[in-house]
């Protein structure tokens, strides 16, 4: 595929199209049209209104902002002219049936990292496109695992706005023209380095891990030093989709691992709208995902708004991260990898 390609040649020109990615496509387009109406608010900033302003909470206690509804809104708009039965959304409490002889299911968070609206940090929209399952004996037909993704993607919202997005052969980058309002592809078969010196986590939160974390998180602080014998640097943008545009860009690996405080125990990220996709991505880009046990991807889901803990990146890396989980608990078992050596263990 040549470079500059806009994204709507490059759905039809995909080999082998079946109805159902016939239907994935045209509901990527919906997406991307509702993505650039969101762009163009949150460049609008407090032009557009007092974008950041608190409307109570969602169903999972996260306080909604202005942006994070009139994005959900500007989405559903688009997606009623798609081939979508079902619309599960951060947003909203219960799943929206939207056409129920339709072939696509949509998970999607409209507004990814609202927090920092008021900040002029990147923000974004992640999405995962299923098939829309009828067999009954199945269960809830919302409820499958990432496994089953016909395609995912993002738009972040930054210096540049991008749509990262696969069908399951690769994850591309398309660039949104701001003279032609198209979005062009501008790399494709993004490749992520197996390795890094590089990590992203919330270390305030140190006091609260668990001891595989915190063993992780000291053998990079202790640099060269140390066990690892490198020098590690730290991100934390507090927004999924700068973090994984970063990991997409150079490698490096995020962690948001469930910790000991109250409503954290399982993680905070979304398993059906935030992991899931983002899994997709990074795995068909050459990286790896993990909750420190399990690929993310093969996580049966329980709940609509479900949390799991989510460690992704440059795929040696993870491979490192999950020996720490796989560490023995009982202290006196604990191999040399475990030694007491560092900045903040006791």
């Known amino acids: 595929m040549e470079l500059f390609t806009i994204l709507e040649d490059y759905l039809k020109e995909q080999p082998d199209s079946t109805d159902l990615q ?11 049209a509702a993505a650039k109406q969101i762009a163009a608010l949150v460049a609008r900033g407090p032009l557009a209104g007092n974008l950041g302003a608190a409307h109570g909470d969602n169903v999972d206690g996260d306080t909604q902002k202005e942006l994070d509804l009139r ?23 219960e799943p929206l049936i939207l056409d129920e002889a339709a072939p696509i299911y949509v998970a999607i968070d409209p507004l990814d990292g609202s ?7 990147a923000v974004g929209t992640i999405f995962s496109i299923m098939p829309a399952q009828r067999d009954a004996a199945k269960g809830n037909p919302c409820l499958q695992p990432g496994t089953a993704q016909i395609a995912a993607g993002y738009v972040i919202y930054g210096p540049q706005t991008a749509l990262i997005l696969t069908l399951g052969q690769g994850t591309h980058i398309f660039t949104l023209d701001p003279d032609s309002q198209q979005f062009r592809l501008t790399q494709e078969a993004v490749q992520i380095p197996e390795t890094t010196r590089e990590f992203a986590i919330n270390v305030s939160n140190f006091r609260h891990w668990d001891r595989h974390v915190r063993a992780y998180i000291d053998d990079c602080l202790e640099g060269e030093a140390g066990f690892r014998k490198s020098n590690y640097n730290m991100r934390w943008v507090a927004s999924l989709v700068a973090e994984c545009q970063r990991i997409l860009s150079r490698g490096g690996v995020f962690l948001y691992p469930g910790d000991a405080r109250k409503g954290y125990a399982h993680g905070r990220l979304r398993l059906l709208y935030e992991v899931n996709p983002i899994s997709f991505l990074i795995e068909q880009a050459g990286g790896a995902a993990t909750d420190g046990q399990q690929r993310l991807l093969e996580i049966q889901p329980q709940q609509l708004h479900q949390r799991v803990p989510m460690i992704f990146g440059s795929r040696r890396e993870i491979a490192r991260v999950e020996r ?7 202290p006196g078992e604990r191999s040399q990898l475990f030694n007491k050596r560092g900045l903040f263990r006791a």
Request: no cysteine; aromatic share 4%.
């Open 22 to 32: 016939q239907a994935s496509a045209t509901t990527i387009l919906g997406i991307s």
């Open 71 to 93: 994005a959900n809104e500007l989405i559903i708009n688009e997606l009623r002219q798609a081939p979508v039965a079902t619309l599960v959304s951060e947003e909203l409490d």
């Open 115 to 121: 927090s920092n609206i008021e900040t002029n940090a």
């Open 324 to 330: 720490y989980y796989g560490e023995p608990e009982t």
